[in-house]
């Protein structure tokens, strides 16, 4: 390993967000790869499928057979661009897959992932989730040199770094001097002709986990997902680690020696499916006890507790367990439309929420109700639910809230905007109350987040500002108004 501190990119400190103007929005996605089981690529396909929460608007598979790479990848969900007879072409015993939610670099087809290089010295493919805060500066070092970039995602850096010149040692030398040049938010799956190579962040800030099915690995961002095509979970790939998959099995090579586990919160509040387990929580149990504390330091006096659905439902139910507080069903969802947090614009978030959930009439009429959420972002949806329950005869709306306010946009590879657009970071909660129009507002204190999951460390960035990495050019837009 050499150069790992001494990089001019490389900065490990923690910092506040300095006062700086503009912010890309960032992607969340999820990456899955199989090494050495039949059928790689329709393993992948349910790997995907069951990752598809993580991003829905691009998908794609590469695998290998006898060396020979072949990709299908293409725009929208991942049962509209895999079928039947796409997959028939593509035996073989290695892939990897990418479910995409674009915007960092922007949407179309050439940003759409697993990226297939081919090159002299070996053809190889590539997957990642997560944002890299440096991609600026690590995109003009590259064009000096002359490389020429096929798309305008920050991921394809790496694949430059590790050919930027030539390089006669074993590949894992190239990989790791790259990845220490980069910095930021990932979980890194590169494929070449024998291996799988699964990198994971020094910050640990993207879960990525192992496991073992009919003598092969698979390796996932999520737990579900293994659990869906029947692997068992052996371990995570620790932050800062490279782990080689291959014939000889399983091979771990430190990258850094600088190690955390600023997991991000928002995963466990929000991301991620709920029977998924991320550094040996649960995420329903997570939530739960999220819920539970949410009470203890914030009790409503009600006649019951509901929940947003999905990702709320299990912080209402810790919530009504520890109030005594009866848990009803008083929002219903309609399971067939994207996920409101990620959708592109204002207008279509407005039009989404209506489209997306119901208020039960007969269980909300004439109830004070606890509403419980995971996050306020925009507050848009907080007051269409609010609007929602007092149109469906509720007396009573007190809105609590299982995270810390909202306040400072995320540069690892959440769509989380700007300053300006992040309405925890203009109003205090006593105005936010007002604006939602609940009877009262409360929120989940930073503290809590780490006690609900029995953690020493997580990064609680956007609820707190003290970012786990150096930010770079990365956020210029995060200030418009000049207020930080
Ligand atoms: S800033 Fe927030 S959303 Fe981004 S990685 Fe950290 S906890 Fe997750």
């Known amino acids: 390993m050499k150069g790992e501190l001494a990089h001019p990119f490389i900065n490990n400190s923690i910092f506040m967000i300095p006062n700086i103007d503009n912010s890309e929005l960032h992607e969340e996605c999820g990456v899955f790869g199989v090494y050495g089981v039949k059928d790689a690529a329709n393993l992948a396909y349910y790997g995907l499928h069951a990752l598809q929460h993580r991003g829905q608007e691009g998908c794609g598979i590469v695998r290998v057979d006898n060396r020979e790479f072949k990709r299908i990848k293409g725009e929208g969900l991942v049962t509209e661009v895999f079928n039947e007879k796409n997959l028939v072409g593509m035996q073989g015993d290695m892939s990897i897959g990418h479910v995409r939610y674009a915007t960092a670099g922007g949407g179309g087809i050439e940003n759409v992932q697993p990226f297939l290089f081919r090159h002299n010295t070996g053809n190889f493919a590539l997957a990642h989730n997560g944002n890299l805060v440096n991609s600026k500066e690590l995109a003009k070092y590259l064009e000096d040199r002359g490389s020429l970039f096929q798309s305008t995602s920050d991921s394809e850096l790496l694949a430059h770094l590790i050919k930027k010149e030539r390089d006669d040692r074993d590949r894992i030398y190239p990989i ?3 990845l220490n040049m980069i910095e930021g938010a990932f979980a890194f799956l590169i494929m070449t002709a024998s291996k799988i190579y699964a990198c994971r962040d020094k910050y640990g800030l993207r879960p990525l986990s192992i496991g073992k099915l009919n003598g092969g690995y698979v390796v996932s961002s999520e737990t579900c997902a293994l659990d869906v095509v029947g692997a068992e979970f052996i371990r995570d790939v620790e932050p800062g680690e490279i782990v080689v998959i291959d014939r000889e099995g399983l091979k771990s090579v430190d990258y850094s020696k600088f190690k955390h ?3 991000c ?26 819920g539970r504390i949410l009470y203890q330091e914030s009790p409503a006096d009600a006649d019951i507790v509901i929940g947003v659905p999905d990702s ?4 209402a139910m810790g919530y009504s367990e520890a109030s005594g507080i009866p848990y009803e069903l008083g929002l219903t ?6 996920r409101t947090f990620i959708q592109p614009s204002q207008e279509l978030r407005e039009k989404g929420v209506r489209m997306k959930l119901s208020a039960v009439r007969s269980i909300v009429k004439g109830k004070r109700v606890v509403m419980i959420d995971d996050s306020i972002v925009r507050g848009t949806t907080s007051r269409r639910i609010v609007s929602l329950l007092r149109e469906a005869g509720a007396t009573e709306v007190h809105v609590r809230i299982a995270s810390p306010p909202f306040a400072h946009p995320c540069f690892y590879g959440v769509d989380t905007a700007t300053y300006e657009e992040l ?3 203009q109003q205090n909660v006593e105005q936010l109350c007002n604006t939602i129009g609940a009877d009262s507002l409360s929120f989940l204190s930073e503290e809590a987040l780490y006690k609900a999951g029995k953690r020493k460390e997580l990064c609680t960035a956007c609820f707190s500002g003290k970012y786990p990495t150096a930010l770079y050019s990365s956020l210029h837009d995060a200030n418009k108004d000049g207020k930080f």
Not at 271 to 282: H, K, L, V
Not at 333 to 338: F, Q, S
């Open 261 to 263: 586990h600023y997991m």
């Open 176 to 178: 790791i001097d790259a």
């Open 333 to 338: 969802k309609n399971k067939y439309v994207g």
């Open 312 to 315: 709320s439902l299990s912080a």
């Open 265 to 290: 919160a928002m995963e466990y509040v929000y991301f991620a499916r709920p029977d998924s387990d991320i550094e040996n929580t649960n995420v329903h149990a997570y939530r739960k006890e999220s």
């Open 423 to 425: 309405i925890s970071s």
